[in-house]
């Protein structure tokens, strides 16, 4: 699933995206981050950046007898995850900081305005894979709709960026415990790879 605790209409309950069927397919890619000055060779900027890319499917079929699912389909689930893709969620905070900034621009004097801030993000694939992430693309295709032409089928193709415990803001805590222990886990599972390694060349 997708988790997010970044719209403070929720507070802290998170927004929930589920996966009702695994994906057939993801695809995990690491980039090395070159050296600067352009130069070749071992030297690099910093560790990998790493990103997943993967199809969901939603179906509100399977649930149409849920009074939620049954009555919008598919249309708040979409909707939940393009609002990850928003500065401040696109809830509240989103609303007001826009309000303040049109009310703030008529003032006197320059006035600094910070940059615009994503939702947190969390991935969690599996008990091992439970990672902070940023949502860097969306793409959804909706196959099938109700007699108010709602979505009730779609499927979503999805680009994340991992996030780091550097790339984290000092506040957040919990997500920066996730971040460690996904690059523990790697860390760990890179030493298993070494007895197995041999194992399979005995």
């Known amino acids: ?20 069927y695994n994906p057939a397919e993801v695809t995990r890619v690491l980039r ?11 030297r690099v900027a910093g560790p990998p950046t790493e990103s997943y890319t993967l199809k969901i499917e939603l179906d509100a079929l399977g ?23 928003e500065p401040g969620g696109g809830g509240l905070a989103a609303l007001v900081g826009a309000v303040a900034g049109v009310l703030g ?31 860097d693309s969306f793409t959804a295709r909706e196959t099938g709709f109700d007699a108010l032409l709602q979505p009730v089928q779609a499927t979503v ?30 860390t760990a599972s890179a030493a298993v790879g070494i007895a197995q390694g041999v194992e399979l060349m005995l």
Not at 1 to 20: E, N, T, Y
Not at 116 to 132: G, H, M, N, Q
């Open 105 to 135: 621009s008529g003032g006197a004097g320059a006035q600094t305005v910070p940059a615009p801030t994503l939702p947190l993000v969390v991935f969690a694939w599996s008990v091992t894979r439970i990672v902070p992430v940023r949502i």
């Open 63 to 85: 649930a149409i007898e849920k009074p939620i699912t049954g009555a919008l389909g598919v249309g708040p689930l979409l909707a939940t995850i393009e609002a990850m893709l």
């Open 157 to 186: 193709d999805l680009s994340l960026t991992v996030l780091r415990d550097r790339d984290l803001q000092a506040d957040m805590t919990l997500a920066k415990v996730m971040a460690t222990a996904y690059q523990a886990v790697r």
């Open 32 to 42: 090395v981050q070159q050296g600067g000055g352009g130069g070749s060779g071992l």
């Open 1 to 20: 699933m997708l988790m997010s605790f970044s719209d403070p209409v929720a507070g802290m309950v998170p927004s929930l995206v589920p996966f009702q």
